[in-house]
């Protein structure tokens, strides 16, 4: 397992408790890959992925990174660009107009991209002590 697979841009999490959703960086990523808790921001309690949602998490991969990844290259077009014109390097306005239409155009499609690709980016975790529970009974 390459630990890229840890890092899914963009994913949230649902607290079954308190009802939360959350987003969560690398790191509690990775601790829920390694089957140990990450604390809600709700209610504070300490939160387990099942092996169930554990799978499904393995099969989302990573839609948003390359969208970043455009999102980004765009956007530093954009300020090369504009600042090239401010630095006195490109004369013409048009390259302004370029500059703002490459940044507010990519924006205005990557935007709306990016959120619906994340939309679907959730696990849903459950308290500790429920799946201990849980997994204790008959
Ligand atoms: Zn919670």
């Known amino acids: 397992m390459s630990s890229s697979r840890t890092n899914i841009i963009g994913l949230k999490v649902h607290c079954n408790a308190c009802e939360k959703e959350f987003p969560i960086g690398k790191q509690k990523q990775t601790l829920l890959h390694k ?11 300490e939160l387990m992925m099942s092996a ?36 006195g390097y490109l004369k013409s306005e048009a390259f302004v107009l370029v500059a703002v239409v490459v940044t507010l155009g990519s924006n205005l499609v990557l935007g709306p991209k990016i959120k619906n690709a994340s939309a679907p ?14 997994s204790a009974a008959p």
């Open 35 to 45: 089957s140990q808790p990450i604390v809600c921001l709700g209610c504070k309690v």
């Open 52 to 87: 169930a949602e554990k799978e499904r998490l393995l099969g989302f991969g990573n839609p948003l990174k390359y969208m970043m990844l455009a999102s980004m290259i765009s956007g530093l077009m954009g300020v090369i660009l504009f600042g090239g014109y401010l630095l």
């Open 121 to 134: 980016l959730m696990v849903n975790l459950d308290p500790k002590s429920a799946t201990m529970t849980a």
